[in-house]
């Protein structure tokens, strides 16, 4: 493990590709990391030591956990895996038409949801044996491809191409509660819903990011937003205080792009992709590499509000 001070601790062995995503898992320092060179591999971000790895037949796109040594993987080869790192062991769960882009596994709800560019997104029954016609629950039709997708409780927010966003109940999956068009110009990058289940943000690929609620009333919009981190493609995470619009702190340029982040379970640790993303095209680049750094309370508390003395 490289230390490197003000941009954290890198790992050993990254992926020989873009990394597409990386998660801390709920319950421990592991680290799932998914890649274009087709792998997702399983890091204990304390130890620097990778513990595990599977190769797809194509690019893997996302990867989430489900326990704190398995897992689903998204792949180009429009497959959905569950793999079980300690056994070493994968299964099909199922197929998309097209790619599939992303993957999200729900607690509450004991399923693993799947967006495509095929334009659908598909629920599956993990515990079901193999096989599609088994495992599937769903498929619902999207507007366009679906570019991301984020879960909090029993709420599915889906991030389409054309700016379009569903917000679903995942108890009821017939039609999407409520249907958006993105606030922001550009297409949608990323979707993440607040862990306090009120709402999302929502990211565009010119760098902006939207916060939204849920509940549409002039109440709800008046609530705060928090703290969140985002990272681009100049090299830069910036951590902000939603509330006041306002940014806390700016972390030393990474070599590369940021394609993804992620924040450990109590909120310590803060894993970096330091990854190409191919925006001013094939060109050299950086190595692809992982950074995880601790995260310290004067970086992500927002500053109290000075208000001006009243007038004598």
Same mark, same amino acid.
């Given at each position: 493990?490289?230390?490197?001070?003000?941009?954290?601790?890198?790992?050993?062995?990254?992926?020989?590709?873009?990394?597409?995503?990386?998660?801390?898992?709920?319950?421990?320092?592991?680290?799932?990391?998914?890649?274009?060179?087709?792998?997702?591999?399983?890091?204990?971000?304390?130890?620097?030591?990778?513990?595990?790895?599977?190769?797809?037949?194509?690019?893997?796109?996302?990867?989430?956990?489900?326990?704190?040594?398995?897992?689903?993987?998204?792949?180009? +080869?429009?497959?959905?895996?569950?793999?079980?790192?300690?056994?070493?062991?994968?299964?099909?769960? $199922?197929?998309?038409?097209?790619?599939?882009?992303?993957?999200?596994?729900?607690?509450?709800?004991?399923?693993? *949801?799947?967006?495509?560019?095929?334009?659908?997104?598909?629920?599956?029954?993990?515990?079901?044996?193999?096989?599609?016609?088994?495992?599937?629950?769903?498929?619902?039709?999207? =507007?366009?491809?679906?570019?991301?997708?984020?879960?909090? $409780?029993?709420?599915?927010?889906?991030?389409?191409?054309?700016?379009?966003?569903?917000?679903?109940?995942?108890?009821?999956?017939?039609?999407?509660?409520?249907?958006?068009?993105?606030?922001?110009?550009?297409?949608?990058?990323?979707?993440?819903?607040? =862990?306090?289940?009120?709402?999302?943000?929502?990211?565009?690929?010119?760098?902006?990011?939207?916060?939204?609620?849920?509940?549409?009333?002039?109440?709800?919009?008046?609530?705060?937003?928090?703290?969140?981190?985002?990272?681009?493609?100049?090299?830069?995470?910036?951590?902000? +205080?939603?509330?006041?619009?306002?940014?806390?702190?700016?972390?030393?340029?990474?070599?590369?792009?940021?394609?993804?982040?992620?924040?450990?379970? +109590?909120?310590?640790?803060?894993?970096?992709?330091?990854?190409?993303?191919?925006? &001013?095209?094939?060109?050299?680049?950086?190595? +692809?590499? *992982?950074?995880?750094?601790?995260?310290?309370? *004067? &970086?992500?508390?927002?500053?109290?509000?000075?208000?001006?003395?009243?007038?004598?």
């Amino acid at each position: 493990m490289t230390l490197v001070p003000s941009i954290g601790r890198e790992l050993s062995n990254p992926p020989s590709d873009g990394i597409s995503n990386l998660r801390f898992s709920n319950s421990s320092d592991h680290l799932v990391v998914s890649s274009w060179d087709k792998s997702v591999r399983l890091y204990d971000a304390n130890a620097d030591s990778m513990r595990g790895e599977f190769k797809h037949g194509g690019a893997v796109l996302d990867c989430c956990f489900h326990d704190d040594s398995s897992g689903f993987s998204a792949s180009a +080869d429009h497959k959905v895996r569950r793999i079980d790192f300690n056994a070493g062991k994968e299964d099909i769960l $199922g197929m998309h038409d097209e790619p599939v882009r992303c993957v999200e596994y729900s607690y509450a709800a004991g399923q693993v *949801i799947t967006g495509s560019w095929d334009r659908t997104i598909k629920c599956w029954d993990p515990r079901a044996a193999s096989g599609p016609e088994r495992s599937q629950i769903g498929t619902y039709k999207q =507007p366009e491809r679906v570019n991301s997708l984020s879960l909090v $409780g029993n709420h599915l927010v889906v991030a389409t191409a054309g700016r379009h966003v569903n917000i679903y109940d995942l108890r009821n999956m017939s039609q999407p509660e409520q249907r958006r068009e993105s606030s922001l110009k550009y297409q949608t990058r990323c979707v993440r819903c607040y =862990p306090n289940g009120t709402g999302y943000a929502l990211s565009s690929v010119e760098g902006r990011v939207s916060m939204e609620f849920f509940d549409l009333s002039e109440a709800a919009q008046a609530k705060n937003y928090g703290t969140f981190a985002t990272g681009g493609c100049d090299g830069f995470v910036n951590v902000w +205080d939603g509330n006041n619009k306002k940014r806390l702190y700016q972390y030393s340029k990474y070599p590369t792009s940021i394609a993804a982040l992620s924040f450990s379970r +109590d909120g310590g640790l803060l894993a970096i992709a330091s990854s190409y993303t191919f925006e &001013e095209g094939d060109k050299p680049h950086e190595p +692809d590499a *992982i950074f995880v750094r601790n995260v310290n309370e *004067i &970086e992500v508390k927002p500053k109290p509000k000075v208000y001006p003395n009243p007038p004598a």
